[in-house]
């Protein structure tokens, strides 16, 4: 979800200037540190997002998660796959990518429902819930130690990312 400060994206000292120029395919321009007006410090200047994948496993609904690294915010942490969006990137597709690029997977899947948790300051962290047929091996490519399936009550015993854990337990809730 979030990356050390000094892993954020360098621009290129000299960009090229002519037809169709513009900020380059994938533009990083967003993946920087901002500071909401409630004063938070967040990752992603237009905010961030995760992919939340689920599967029904015996009939039991079954969530992908992954180890944030130590090195990273919140590191140690389980969390789902996430992060920046970038500029013209819907919150969507950004959950998607940030899956491949942190568990080196691009399954398909059926997405299911997509909520904005505010922090209170304008800056927003988007949940995409999406649903997979079966389960499928993920792997640590960037920013995680450990990936696995869990059942909800599995979940909850985890030491989680506290946005996870307040989302989760939104969820419940209902
Ligand atoms: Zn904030």
């Not at 967040?42 to 130590?70: E, M, N």
């Not at 796959?81 to 899956?99: C, W």
């Not at 909520?115 to 640590?140: H, K």
């Amino acid at each position: 979800m979030s990356r050390r400060a000094d892993g954020a994206a360098r621009h290129p000292a000299h960009p090229v200037i002519g037809e169709g120029a513009g900020p380059p395919a994938g533009s990083a321009l967003t993946e920087r540190w901002t500071v909401c007006s409630a004063g938070h410090v967040h990752w992603g200047a237009i905010g961030a997002a995760g992919l939340l994948l689920s599967c029904a496993v015996d009939t039991q609904p079954t969530f992908l998660l992954a180890r944030r690294s130590r090195w990273v915010d919140e590191g140690g942490r389980w969390g789902i796959p996430g992060g920046a969006i970038r500029d013209g990137e819907s919150p969507g597709d950004a959950a998607g990518r940030e899956l491949a690029e942190e568990l080196g997977v691009t399954p398909e899947y059926r997405i299911t429902g997509l909520q904005r948790s505010d922090c209170g300051g304008g800056w927003g962290f988007w949940t995409i819930t999406a649903r997979v047929p079966a389960i499928f091996e993920a792997y640590c490519a960037s920013e995680t130690d450990a990936t696995g399936w869990f059942t909800l009550p599995q979940l909850m015993r985890l030491d989680l990312h506290p946005g996870l854990r307040t989302w989760v337990e939104t969820v419940l809730d209902r």
